[in-house]
């Protein structure tokens, strides 16, 4: 039998107030739920590519989905520290992301012209975030938005970089 005391959710005051709080957990939501759909493409491509630059790809999409899984922790975290529920089903993410899934299984240099642009999808929802984690003078959030933002930053351009002539 369930003790009535554990019943009752625990009054949060870490100086957001609940819509602050609402809104920047909202906003992780979206960002986990693009952070995840490019952890799965990004694995995916990892295992699936194929051609000349097999061992190149293969080990640098394994060292960006081993990175990618460990920020996922980070922004669901973030999400509970605030009090709500982080989403965790494919059927949440897929209503939450901005990043489509990729049918098939395209050739190396299309995979990563597909990262590339899953990893600036993903930047571009954590960068929507700030202006109301900075009004709400949330620290942790944009401590969190920054780190994520520079990795997804420098993914981008070293991806990018293979895509040049």
């Known amino acids: 039998m369930a003790n009535k005391k554990h019943d009752k959710a625990v009054k949060i005051d870490i100086g957001l107030s609940e819509t602050e709080r609402a809104q920047i957990a909202e906003g992780l939501s979206g960002l986990l739920a693009d952070s995840y759909t490019l952890y799965l493409m990004t694995h995916n491509f990892h295992w699936n590519v194929k051609g000349p630059m097999f061992n190149t790809l293969h ?57 590339v642009a899953a990893q600036e999808a993903t930047a571009r929802t954590a960068r929507r975030l700030f202006s109301v984690v900075n009004d709400a003078n949330d620290q942790p959030t944009a401590d969190l938005l920054t780190q994520r933002l520079d990795i997804h930053e420098k993914t981008a351009w070293m991806l990018r970089s293979l895509l040049e002539e």
Do not use: C, N
Request: hydrophobic share 45%; net charge negative; proline share 5%.
């Open 59 to 115: 080990l640098m999409f394994m060292g960006q989905y081993t990175e990618q899984w460990t920020a996922l922790d980070l922004i669901a975290e973030r999400i509970r520290a605030l009090g709500y529920p982080a989403p965790g089903t494919y059927q949440e993410f897929s209503k939450l992301a901005t990043i489509k899934e990729i049918d098939g299984v395209p050739k190396a240099l299309e995979m990563v012209a597909h990262l």
